[in-house]
């Protein structure tokens, strides 16, 4: 998008989600603080209540997901956010959220771990957001940004996917991302068609039909047609949803595979090996789900070698194998995250040369 | 065109105040800005350091392992990145706190600009980070001084803005030390 240098501004990707936030129409937030993403709380604090929103620093993470699934539940856009620890905590509401076809959004600011782990930028929770989380086999909507403006346009995105799917939606990033200042132009929201929210319950004084939220199905074969319902709509998420981005991909003979962080630090890696005269690529998930699966099997029949790179010990790799033509190759090079673990794109370089080497 | 510059330093030295005004600076010229910041837990006296890379189009990875321009203000970033910058980039060293005896750096050109000593002359040690800034703009020649000028309303505070001539003097200062 060409813009002048005056419609920009210069701000952290945490308070772009904030920012993004309050632009998609989010009045409600709940949250408990934790680093690297206090950033968001402590804008929202600042800018919410002038809105006639509400902001509400929850005495728990536990509490902060199921102050979320009630304002949802009654119609409003509202938010939460975290990071490791705290997104662990949140899982059973977001279990129930999703059991309860409610929509709501969850920015989760990934750091090292397990347990505390440490403050530093990881890519390690890939499982926990695209696996569901919690119990029970449900999916949510998980969205990958790889800068601060596309932090910016992705909340405002998860807003909108997240009416219209009727699930909760995640923002999936990391220190990097939620730390990292970048010159960022503050779009508007989308004019998304929306479909009426028929299902809310807000007391029956304005006439409405009374509705029941709930994530509990004891008829006979009420559960099992739950799941079917929505497995339909993973697949209508898949096949409308799915998003993605390919650098220089057409003649390429390597293909890097990374999401978020990792594919800006891989951007760099790539020009590098590119003046080198190698032919490599990237392919960046933007949509972590739905995975862009059909995306990755129509490149890799053209190409052979991809090289998966994460902030892990490798999790995304599992669903690039799965969506890559059986005849294609998958390496990986990845770091588990923490302190000085963060890869520089002078040391991607040199594994983008071995991994060329050995396929010419 | 991409620029990249890497400052490092001790907390309270003002190193990520410099990585915001070079930024702003940057913006003021219509580039696209990174700006990568990583410091201790602690409020001064931790490590900090940040990386700026800026450039007409994708500014690409915000993190650089060998940086074309580091300004190093302190003995422990020096001795822990100096052998770090690109060969043929420039090492901007504040030679008023750090030691540069006995590393030997070929092919990269090494500034030294006594700092804490400049900004001290011109009223107040504090200043220390608008000396580097100058250097930096000398030696690398990316981004214009107008432009610093107008990035210094952006990045400080309003209260702090009658400050603004008083470090567009110690940058000149830092410039001049980088010329000489």
Redesign the interface.
């Given at each position: 998008m060409q813009t002048t240098a005056a419609e920009k501004i210069f701000v952290k990707g945490n308070e772009a989600v904030a920012m993004a936030a309050l632009e998609a129409g989010c009045r409600c937030y709940f949250g408990y603080p934790i680093t690297p993403q206090s950033d968001i709380p402590e804008y929202l604090s600042r800018e919410l209540p002038g809105l006639g929103g509400e902001f509400i620093q929850a005495e728990s993470e536990i509490g902060a997901i199921n102050m979320l699934l009630g304002a949802s539940a009654t119609g409003v856009r509202a938010m939460t956010s975290s990071s490791g620890p705290g997104i662990s905590l949140k899982q059973e509401g977001i279990s129930y959220m999703a059991g309860s076809e409610l929509p709501g959004v969850i920015i989760d600011i990934m750091r090292a771990g397990p347990g505390l782990g440490g403050i530093d930028a990881s890519q390690a929770d890939y499982f926990q957001a695209t696996r569901g989380g919690g119990h029970g086999g449900y999916r949510i909507i998980v969205l990958a940004p790889a800068s601060v403006q596309e932090i910016y346009d992705l909340t405002m995105l998860a807003f909108d996917l997240s009416d219209i799917y009727r699930m909760p939606a995640m923002v999936l990033a990391d220190s990097v991302i939620g730390q990292m200042k970048e010159s960022v132009t503050p779009n508007s929201r989308p004019k998304t068609v929306l479909p009426p929210k028929e299902w809310v319950v807000r007391g029956r004084a304005e006439g409405t039909p009374q509705n029941v939220v709930k994530s509990l199905y004891l008829g006979d074969g009420e559960m099992e047609a739950f799941h079917w319902k929505m497995q339909a709509r993973y697949q209508e998420l898949a096949d409308k949803e799915s998003r993605w981005e390919e650098v220089q991909t057409a003649d390429a003979e390597l293909i890097v595979t990374a999401f978020g962080s990792t594919s800006r630090i891989a951007k760099t890696a790539i020009s590098m090996a590119r003046e080198a005269g190698m032919k490599v690529g990237l392919m960046r998930p933007i949509t972590l789900f739905p995975f862009p699966k059909k995306a990755y099997a129509a490149i890799s029949e053209r190409c052979k070698l991809f090289l998966d790179i994460e902030l892990s010990t490798g999790q995304m790799i599992d669903d690039v194998r799965l969506s890559v033509a059986r005849d294609a190759e998958v390496a990986f090079y990845g770091r588990p995250p923490g302190a000085g673990s963060l890869p520089t794109p002078e040391e991607l370089f040199e594994q983008i040369k071995k991994n060329y080497q050995a396929c010419s | 065109m991409r620029y990249d510059v890497f400052f490092a330093g001790y907390g309270g030295q003002g190193v990520l105040l410099a990585g915001?005004l070079l930024?702003?600076a940057a913006?003021?010229?219509?580039?696209?800005?990174?700006?990568?910041?990583a410091y201790g837990v602690e409020k001064r006296g931790g490590a900090a350091m940040c990386t700026v890379v800026f450039a007409d189009g994708?500014?690409?990875?915000?993190?650089?392992?060998?940086p074309s321009v580091s300004v190093l203000l302190n003995q422990l970033s020096f001795d822990k990145y100096a052998a770090k910058v690109k060969q043929g980039g420039i090492c901007i060293v504040n030679s008023s706190l750090v030691d540069t005896g006995g590393i030997d750096l070929p092919g990269i050109d090494v500034v030294l600009v006594p700092m804490n000593q400049i900004a001290l002359e011109m009223g107040d040690v504090r200043m220390v980070n608008m000396v580097a800034c100058g250097a930096y703009i000398e030696k690398s020649r990316a981004l214009k001084s107008e432009s610093l000028a107008a990035a210094l309303k952006?990045a400080l505070p309003e209260r702090n803005h009658k400050l603004i001539p008083a470090n567009l003097i110690a940058m000149e200062a830092g410039a001049q030390a980088a010329r000489d």
């Open positions: - | 915001n930024s702003y913006i003021h010229e219509g580039k696209n800005v990174s700006f990568f910041p994708d500014t690409g990875s915000p993190v650089v392992g060998n952006k």
